[in-house]
Nanobody, 114 residues
Framework: VQLQASGGGLVQTGGSLSLSCKAS????????MGWYRQVPGKERELVAI???????NYGDSVKGRFSISRDNARSTVYLQMNNLKPEDTAVYYC?????????WGQGTLVTVSS
């Protein structure tokens, strides 16, 4: 199983970034997919999830600014991040979850400069 996240980088406050996570080795369409983030010294927190049926849920701090979507044909989940703030700076991780397993990707760094 591999979850390959990409799209991180450096952006100014108010800017946008789009993250992608391509999954292999799992039945992608049957997995709930999520984005989480973590900064040093803090617990990993939920950013957004999208279920196998397309239902979405967001962390309070990103509601209205971030959007999660999935393309089952490409086994890829996306995170569109708009109006980025310095407090969004973190390593962003992709997660694939089903009743039988829970996989994490390697993370991609997002840095928002003030």
């Amino acid at each position: 199983v591999q979850l390959q996240a990409s799209g991180g980088g450096l952006v100014q406050t108010g800017g946008s970034l789009s993250l992608s996570c391509k999954a292999s080795g799992v039945m992608f369409s049957r997995n709930s997919m999520g984005w989480y983030r973590q900064v040093p010294g803090k617990e990993r927190e939920l950013v957004a999830i999208i279920t196998a049926t397309g239902l979405t849920n967001y962390g309070d701090s990103v509601k209205g600014r971030f959007s999660i979507s999935r393309d089952n044909a490409r086994s890829t989940v996306y995170l569109q991040m708009n109006n980025l703030k310095p407090e969004d700076t973190a390593v962003y991780y992709c997660r694939a979850r089903s009743p039988t397993h829970n996989y994490w990707g390697q993370g991609t760094l997002v840095t928002v400069s003030s």
